[in-house]
């Protein structure tokens, strides 16, 4: 059995706003513990750029008008990186790697979490971490962000949007589309998307602020979320 998990932990969770050592503290608690019980179990933990990224981007726009779109992305990458580091050092007497920047480069993996962050603008953190379940045989990817459930449309433009339990990936790329700009907000990124659905693999969407739901999705047990694929 593959006892890899691996986690696209939202910025959003990490830096709604600023860092959230809180929610970042009871995560530290709750994967110790879970690591602790079976030391074969292995996490991925990719960081995705939060307020940060937010903040850069929105000051590049309005320091210049229709910026490249590649700079954007360049510092919404940098702040995944902020955070990754951060990530690392919490869990650094389990990780004995650097952040993962380049999920294709060389990888020892020898502790028992990854940590990663973003590589290069064309897409977000979504597809470091496909690409990284991939590489060590991840088949789950369970990503973690604000929102509970993926639902049929924006349920804070559309008061018609209902949650969904499952959605298959082709009525999911409908929903999300092709096309990838710096900073979009979708449940999961459009190009993680169809790499993701080209390997069969599933994608769990839920809250990560709840981490009581978030061990539940770990250990097999009944959980809140939405299953894609």
Known sequence: MNKLAVLSLGGSIIAP?????????????????YLKEDRSRKIILVCGGGAP???YQEALRNIIDDPDCNELD?????ATHLNG?????????LCTDNVI???TGHINFQGQVL???????GFSSDNDAVILAERFEGKLIINLSN????????PKKNPEATPLDTISWEEFKTMVGSTWTPGKNTPFDPIASKRASDLHMKVVCADGR????TMAILRGETFVGTVIG
């Open 53 to 55: 990224a937010r903040i």
């Open 147 to 154: 929102i509970a459930k993926v639902y049929t449309d924006d």
């Open 210 to 213: 709840n981490i009581e739901n």
């Open 101 to 103: 920047t380049d999920p």
């Open 74 to 78: 360049w510092l919404g990458i940098r």
């Open 17 to 33: 706003e600023k860092v959230d050592y809180s929610f970042l503290k009871q995560l530290n608690e709750n994967l110790r513990k």
């Open 115 to 121: 940590v990663a962050a973003g590589w290069k603008p």
């Open 85 to 93: 580091q951060l990530i690392k050092a919490m869990l650094s007497d």
